[in-house]
């Protein structure tokens, strides 16, 4: 069998993803004085690169935040539309594109549980890595308010350690039971064949 699918198939993988994180926009519980509130879509966004890979895990990312930046109301809070550029949140946005594609890049070859695991941890930093900056830019310089490194932390990273990790887990728990059955059903295209499938004349 080739290791190509339908792209029908891929297309419409993403954009399920897509409307998966809108929906864990929805799921949220805003914390008192912080001006990111606690959400399920992270653990959709290392779900989207594990399962769908470094190439339509972050185009579900892509679609979502395009679908946002068009007026959609699929952000946490309900909302949406250009001005949402200029939310404190904006750039743990753009952080999920990147996480989406770490994750699916390292988990291709992922097989136990702590292999996803781990893959979910080096995605999750990666959404950190663009969030962070991201956050206190817009901070800084669009709500005018003075932050320091540790004050960034507190804001928006501490309050979501533990259910950062609690995600991490759970999404590597269920990778590594999903993946053989989504691999049997044919949908999971980049996700390298045996060798004899690969050397398959069929």
Request: cysteine-free; proline content about 8%; aromatic content about 12%.
């Given at each position: 069998m080739s290791n190509k699918?339908?792209?029908?198939?891929?297309?419409?993988?993403?954009?399920?993803?897509?409307?998966?994180?809108?929906?864990?926009?929805?799921?949220?519980?805003?914390?008192p004085f912080m001006p990111v509130p606690i959400t399920v879509q992270s653990f959709i966004v290392l779900m989207s690169g594990l399962l769908l890979g470094p190439k339509y895990g972050?185009?579900?990312?892509?679609?979502?935040?395009?679908?946002?930046?068009?007026?959609?109301?699929?952000?946490?809070?309900g909302t949406g539309g250009p001005q949402t550029v200029f939310s404190p949140s904006f750039g743990f946005l753009i952080g999920f594109i990147v996480a989406s594609w770490i994750g699916g890049l390292l988990a291709s070859k992922a097989q136990t549980f702590l292999q996803y695991a781990l893959v979910s941890l080096a995605a999750t930093v990666g959404l950190y890595a663009v969030g962070l900056p991201g956050f206190y830019l817009i901070m800084r310089f669009a709500a005018g308010k003075e932050l320091d490194f540790v004050r960034v932390v507190q804001l928006a990273f501490l309050p979501f350690l533990v259910p950062d990790l609690i995600k991490i887990v759970v999404s590597g728990w269920l990778a590594s039971r999903a993946v053989p059955t989504l691999e049997g059903a044919g949908l999971l295209s980049h996700r390298p064949l045996p060798a004899a499938e690969e050397n398959s004349p069929v």
């Amino acid at each position: 069998m080739s290791n190509k699918t339908f792209p029908l198939k891929n297309l419409l993988l993403t954009a399920f993803f897509a409307v998966l994180t809108s929906i864990g926009a929805m799921l949220s519980v805003p914390l008192p004085f912080m001006p990111v509130p606690i959400t399920v879509q992270s653990f959709i966004v290392l779900m989207s690169g594990l399962l769908l890979g470094p190439k339509y895990g972050p185009l579900s990312q892509m679609l979502y935040v395009v679908m946002g930046l068009i007026g959609l109301p699929v952000f946490a809070g309900g909302t949406g539309g250009p001005q949402t550029v200029f939310s404190p949140s904006f750039g743990f946005l753009i952080g999920f594109i990147v996480a989406s594609w770490i994750g699916g890049l390292l988990a291709s070859k992922a097989q136990t549980f702590l292999q996803y695991a781990l893959v979910s941890l080096a995605a999750t930093v990666g959404l950190y890595a663009v969030g962070l900056p991201g956050f206190y830019l817009i901070m800084r310089f669009a709500a005018g308010k003075e932050l320091d490194f540790v004050r960034v932390v507190q804001l928006a990273f501490l309050p979501f350690l533990v259910p950062d990790l609690i995600k991490i887990v759970v999404s590597g728990w269920l990778a590594s039971r999903a993946v053989p059955t989504l691999e049997g059903a044919g949908l999971l295209s980049h996700r390298p064949l045996p060798a004899a499938e690969e050397n398959s004349p069929v």
